[in-house]
């Protein structure tokens, strides 16, 4: 390097042509050290989370807004087995979901960002596939037993929404106390006919904008936790079958797969009812 | 490069640094406003915040760096609303300031033996060969791991000041602010490193 980049100006006092030892270094330490593009997965989930970030300002805060953003480990530690109650009220998973699962982490342990990128590659899909349904049907009876689309996306949200709320108070530093009245008193079949019978009243964009919101939430919560809380049961006291990040995996996209067949069941039906004869 | 051209080249980078300050404020004002304008910030960050992070932390696993990558631009939505863009800090060293604690945290939580930067490991990690000759792909690679090696032995403080300076490619006046010197103090603190170093690479040249 004769002539410094433009960049390196106001070393210009250093850099004259009589010191060629220190313009080859600074030549060395542009080359050494210059920044490199970061992964497009990176940008891909940044772009995401700003986008979620954006939606959830737009709407109503459904948890409360003084929750801590980025979670420190200490307070992790200091939830200890308190947090054990409220992922035992959270879908239970088999022992073949968690083979499954686990093959999705790959090697080494499962990281935010790569958590974050399988649920929102999933919620796509999820989303195409609602988007089969269409806004216009979404109140349809029977798709899910008596249940329709709104009020399957409502139970679905209630169930990601009990992830994000439990996981703030939890990791939060306060122990997770369980409500004692509403759904989350009952047991989970009266739970679930609850969260529809109170979806029943609300128009369908408002059950899926909360959805969207709530989506948002959970993966900033992701983003924010530290990598060993993801990982380690025994971080949050848990049996060391319970993996942590696969409960929320479980509790998010998971739940969305267990309904999927249900949909796509009742997407052929309507599909042949609406041929003609 | 003679005095005059100095003091030209310093009066370019000086109304280039005007303009994308003024470049900036309207930018921030309006992510404050609406934070889908956020994007152009974080786009014009996102590789050099990766960079000093993945060179900071010394991991050798990308994706740490990516995930605090993340945690930085949260930090930053977070604190977004109350960032006063004619307060005196830039907001390249607001960033950077936000991405230093990152890092700072992400070290303490980390075993013991991670805590000092392995530099050894970075040089392949962060620049992949060029596709040129191999003979001076070889001799570029050996320049840089020599580079590497200088940096493991100078202290955190100077090591710092030149990540800052060219990694992160900050100017002098945003360095101070990062580290929360003036801008002097960080001229003398990168004059210092690089006559240090200057000295080392003098001795190791072949």
């Known amino acids: 390097m004769t002539t410094p980049p433009e960049r390196y100006a106001d070393l210009a006092g250093l850099l004259s042509d009589h010191d060629p030892a220190m313009l080859r270094l600074v030549g060395q330490l542009d080359e050494a050290l210059r920044p490199q593009a970061a992964p497009r997965e ?43 109650a409220w992922f035992l009220m959270l879908r239970h998973i088999g ?91 009952l047991t989970m079949d009266e739970r679930n006919a609850r969260i529809a019978e109170e979806s029943r009243a609300l128009p369908v964009g408002d059950v899926l904008a909360e959805a969207e919101q709530v989506f948002g939430q959970l993966t900033t919560l992701i983003v924010a936790c530290p990598q060993d809380l993801l990982n380690d049961p025994r971080r949050l006291g848990l049996p060391e079958d319970v993996v942590p990040w696969m409960m929320v ?23 042949h009812n609406s041929k003609p004869r | 490069m003679s005095r005059g051209q100095q003091n030209q080249s310093n009066g370019s980078q000086r109304s280039e640094a005007a303009l994308a300050t003024s470049d900036e404020v309207a930018l921030i004002q309006s992510a404050q406003a609406d934070l889908a304008a956020f994007g152009p910030l974080y786009a014009r960050y996102v590789d050099r915040i990766y960079s000093y992070l993945l060179t900071r932390t010394g991991s050798a696993r990308p994706e740490d760096a990516a995930d605090l ?43 013991p033996a991670r805590r000092t930067v392995p530099w050894e490991a970075v040089p392949e990690q962060l620049h992949p060969a060029a596709p040129e000759t191999a003979e001076g792909d070889a001799l570029r690679r050996d320049e840089i791991a020599q580079v590497h090696r200088m940096l493991a032995e ?53």
Do not use: C
């Open chain 1, 42 to 84: 990176l940008r891909v989930a940044l772009e995401r989370l700003l986008d979620a970030r954006t939606r959830a300002a737009l709407a109503p805060p459904a948890v409360a807004p003084d929750a801590p953003g980025v979670l420190s480990r200490r307070e992790a530690l200091k939830a200890g087995a308190a947090s054990m």
């Open chain 1, 95 to 185: 022992p073949e979901q968690a083979d499954a699962l686990a093959r999705l982490a790959g090697e080494g342990p499962m990281t935010g960002t790569k958590l974050v990128g399988i649920l929102q590659t999933e919620r796509a899909r999820w989303n195409a596939l609602l988007a089969q349904i269409g806004t216009a049907r979404m109140e349809e009876p029977g798709i899910e037993g008596e249940w329709s689309a709104k009020e399957l996306i409502a139970h679905l949200t209630w169930y990601e929404r009990a992830v994000v709320e439990g996981a703030r108070q939890v990791l939060g530093g306060g122990a997770y106390v369980r409500p004692s009245e509403g759904p989350h008193a």
């Open chain 1, 249 to 271: 995996a479980n509790n998010s996209y998971g739940h969305f797969q267990q309904h999927e067949p249900a949909i796509r069941a009742w997407l052929e039906r309507s599909s």
């Open chain 2, 69 to 111: 990558t993340q945690q930085v631009f949260l930090r930053a939505l977070d604190a977004l609303p109350r960032y006063q863009p004619r307060a005196g800090i830039p907001l390249a060293a607001w960033l950077f300031r936000i991405a230093r604690n990152v890092a700072t945290d992400w070290q303490r939580s980390q075993q």
């Open chain 2, 154 to 206: 100078v202290d955190e403080e100077t090591r710092e000041a030149l990540l800052l300076r060219f990694t992160a490619q900050l100017t002098l006046a945003e360095i101070g602010a990062v580290l929360g010197s003036s801008e002097d103090a960080a001229r003398k603190r990168i004059t210092r490193a690089l006559h240090a170093l200057k000295e080392r690479y003098h001795d190791d040249a072949p």
